[in-house]
């Protein structure tokens, strides 16, 4: 393949969007190749557009044939070939998105390969206290805040030298601060800011990964976004090749879809969509898990909708992470070799940059916190601390058992109540409000910030023999219930309600067993309720629809599947307006998840990832609220030894 500067595909990309636009910012009169055939694509689908009819009957004249409107009328013309696709590769700065850009270029399947860096996080926003987008009214000034820590810069760097060492062109770095700010980090702060553990990262791949910079790909004129996610896409058949019916988009040569990392086959069961126009193999694919079940991050893709997967490719979902290193090393030790038996003397092999990239640390965590500093400390910047006590949850349960409501009056559970005031702005003069009664259990110790914690995570108090865990924070009494032991009976419960609205399948739509009544809204998946647990088997059940049942029926509908949420945990209300659902998720009721084994840490906040064997078929929502946990329900403790057991099963299941 020729990787020479008059024939990249940066060039090329940007003398498109001139000659559709009329100009392109930055673009000089000198930037386009001249005489490289332009194709008219159909914006944001990377379709080709059906040629006029002028243009239509002067390639048939050239072709030898004629259309279906020309004086001798001897039918259509034939359909094209297959034609190599043009790839935009998404460099992080780390070794798995370098090594799909290396075998990309190395392929021979693709027209064009170039590279884009997108930038989500600002050290400069961050240290104007966002920038002016929404920034907190409590955020310090920025003279307060630590020098940010975030690897940002440095991913930057890294990936424009993998770039140059492979001879890609690096488009214009894709900034996109201010959506991740507004559809991410905004939301994200608002979730915590109630006691609620979100998970930005799918949000991120959502609006940013697979959103603004899919988007700028495409309008730059490429056919495809490739990325280093440890994933795969399986399509139908008719999808490469030639063939197929209207609107399976533009195909590509078998070749190019093995390097792209693209799957053929399947469909059928692998697709358990209402509708045969979504769920059809050849215009939505199937987002499987990845070879290396340790890296697999389908979690983190649930949310992507299949229209966005069917313009991407994961050109590494095959390998497992040694496999990845191995590639880069390998590539980087046979350049070296190469040009230290040539005249041409380096003080540096070609490939250096790439073979830095393989022994990288991969990346961890939420990118804008890095590794360096605290979440908690960190988080303080974006939301008051909400300071508190730990108490045993066990003296806990007891004075709510003697009680005839939970947690902060009758509306305990997820959606909180009355009882104190714990609004963070209260926190410095309202303590006495949120004071234990006289028949409340004695606080062991103070909590600087209930907001930093989380479901499961150890709990860093002194002076116990046994290590404590945070079995629920009851945000609206301040309180942080803890167990004694990382198996307590109050860590497990049997089942979570999870947010009505917010589902986001692959097939753009659920299942036809959880569509409104249909099936009986009962479904037998496995879930991931965390990115690094093993899928687990679960019943997931449709709440039926009140008025959808009387009005099938034409009598009162029937009571709704029993559901009793925790009594352990309460929320602080919300800021504002949580954000509109989607259509179709706003014409469903909502789901409960009935796990086959008492599930651990269920957290509030949690995206609930359901699968079909190696399908991902999207994720079912947050978690509002777990169920009852096993020491709200009066069951024997989890013995862990049988926790272990059925773990080790189901991560043999994973690995295999």
Not at 536 to 543: D, F, G, I, K, N
Not at 554 to 570: D, M, Q, V, Y
């Amino acid at each position: 393949m020729n990787h020479s500067a008059s024939s990249s595909l940066a060039r090329l990309l940007l003398s498109r969007a001139a000659k559709r636009s009329g100009s392109w910012e930055g673009c000089g009169a000198g930037s386009w190749t001249p005489g490289f055939p332009q194709r008219r694509l159909v914006a944001g689908t990377g379709s080709e557009a059906a040629p006029a009819p002028a243009e239509a009957e002067a390639e048939a004249e050239a072709a030898g044939t004629q259309t279906a409107g020309s004086p001798t009328g001897l039918g259509p013309l034939p359909e094209r070939k297959p034609a190599r696709p043009h790839v935009v590769v998404a460099l992080s700065g780390g070794v798995d998105s370098a090594v799909a850009a290396l075998l990309l270029r190395d392929s021979g399947a693709c027209a064009e390969v170039a590279c884009v860096h997108a930038s989500v996080w600002s050290g400069d926003d961050e240290e104007r206290g966002g920038g002016g987008l929404s920034a907190s009214p409590s955020s310090p000034s920025s003279s307060a805040l630590p020098s940010p820590s975030c690897s940002a810069a440095a991913d930057a760097e890294s990936a424009a030298a993998v770039a140059r060492c492979l001879g890609l062109e690096l488009l214009p770095t894709q900034d996109s601060v201010a959506r991740y700010w507004l559809d991410v980090f905004e939301p994200f702060v608002a979730g915590y800011r109630r006691g609620l553990t979100p998970n930005p990262d799918l949000a991120c791949n959502v609006s940013v990964k697979f959103g603004s910079l899919l988007e700028a790909a495409e309008a730059a004129g490429a056919d495809v976004l490739a990325t280093g996610h440890y994933a795969r896409l399986r399509w139908g058949a008719s999808r490469f090749g030639g063939g197929g019916g209207a609107g399976a988009g533009r195909r590509f040569p078998s070749a190019a879809a093995r390097a792209l990392g693209w799957e053929v086959g399947g469909g059928g069961d692998a697709f358990p969509s209402s509708s045969a126009a979504t769920s059809s193999p050849d215009r939505v694919p199937q987002l499987l898990r990845a070879a290396d079940r340790a890296r697999d991050q389908t979690y983190f893709l649930a949310s992507v909708g299949g229209a966005a997967l069917a313009r991407c490719a994961f050109p590494i979902g095959s390998l497992t992470k040694e496999q990845v290193r191995d590639v880069a090393r390998g590539a980087a030790a046979a350049a070296g070799a190469s040009a230290a038996g040539s005249s041409r003397r380096s003080s540096s092999p070609p490939l250096a940059p790439l073979l830095a990239a393989s022994e990288r640390r991969s990346s961890a965590g939420i990118c804008f916190v890095g590794r360096r500093r605290s979440f908690g400390g960190f988080m303080a910047q974006y939301a008051e601390p909400l300071p508190g006590h730990f108490v045993d949850v066990d003296e806990a349960w007891g004075e709510i058992a003697r009680s005839s409501v939970g947690l902060g009056g009758s509306g305990g559970g997820a959606g909180g109540g009355g009882g104190c005031d714990a609004s963070p702005s209260s926190s410095s003069s309202s303590s006495s409000s949120c004071a234990p009664s006289p028949s409340s259990p004695e606080p062991i110790a103070a909590c600087a910030d209930l907001l930093a914690l989380t479901h499961g995570q150890r709990a860093r108090v002194g002076g116990r023999e046994r290590a404590l865990y945070v079995a629920a924070k009851d945000s609206m009494r301040r309180r942080v219930l803890v167990a004694e032991g990382a198996h307590h009976r109050a860590l497990y419960c049997r089942d979570a309600l999870l947010a009505p609205g917010e589902e986001r399948w692959v097939a753009g739509e659920p299942p036809r067993e959880l569509a409104q009544g249909a099936g009986g809204g009962r479904m037998r998946l496995e879930y991931k309720a965390r990115y690094r647990q093993p899928p687990r088997p679960l019943t997931v059940e449709r709440l039926p629809s009140a008025a959808a049942d009387a009005a099938a029926a034409g009598a009162p509908p029937a009571s709704p599947p029993p559901f009793e949420p925790s009594r352990l945990f309460s929320l602080l209300p919300p800021s504002r307006p949580p954000p509109p659902p989607t259509p179709t998720a706003a014409a469903l009721a909502p789901l409960v998840a009935r796990f086959d084994l008492p599930a651990r840490a269920v957290t509030p906040g949690q995206a609930l990832v359901l699968y079909r064997g190696d399908v991902c078929l999207g994720s079912a929502g947050a978690v509002l609220s777990p169920g009852r946990s096993l020491l709200e329900l009066g069951e024997a403790g989890v013995e862990e030894a049988a926790v272990a057991a059925a773990e080790g099963e189901a991560a043999a299941g994973w690995a295999g």
